[in-house]
């Protein structure tokens, strides 16, 4: 069973730092292909991050030099570090997983989300 459980969000002032972390259960791969994703209310669902068992990384625009996604091999927990909170980045975060390597980017596997709130 493959399973995915996203954990660290919270409420922070603008300007703070949270780290969110995806804890992923039942590959049965050396490899990976995972990403974040973020539903903002009011707005079209965003792929944040995404990150490449074999080391390459994508950003959204919007969340370029703040936010970094990590994970020290295929099977340990991900991570999305997140710097410098704007208000706008207030939504759920999910984590997202796909068997496929190369990576094609797209994600079969998602998890329920955490949220995150940033006040001004």
């Known amino acids: 069973e493959v399973q995915l459980v996203e954990s660290g969000g919270g409420s922070v002032q603008a300007g703070g730092s949270l780290r969110l972390s995806c804890v992923v259960s039942g590959y049965n791969y050396r490899k990976s292909c995972m990403a974040w994703s973020r539903q903002i209310p009011g707005k079209e669902r965003e792929r944040v991050a995404t990150?490449?068992?074999?080391?390459?990384?994508t950003y959204a625009d919007s969340v370029k030099e703040r936010f970094t996604i990590s994970q020290e091999n295929a099977k340990d927990p991900v991570y999305l570090s997140m710097n410098s909170l704007k208000p706008e980045d207030t939504g759920m975060y999910y984590c997202?997983?796909?068997?496929?390597?190369?990576?094609?980017?797209?994600?079969?596997?998602w998890g329920r989300g955490t949220q995150v709130a940033v006040s001004s």
């Open positions: 997202a997983a796909d068997f496929f390597h190369p990576c094609r980017y797209e994600y079969t596997y």
């Open positions: 990150i490449d068992s074999d080391g390459p990384t």
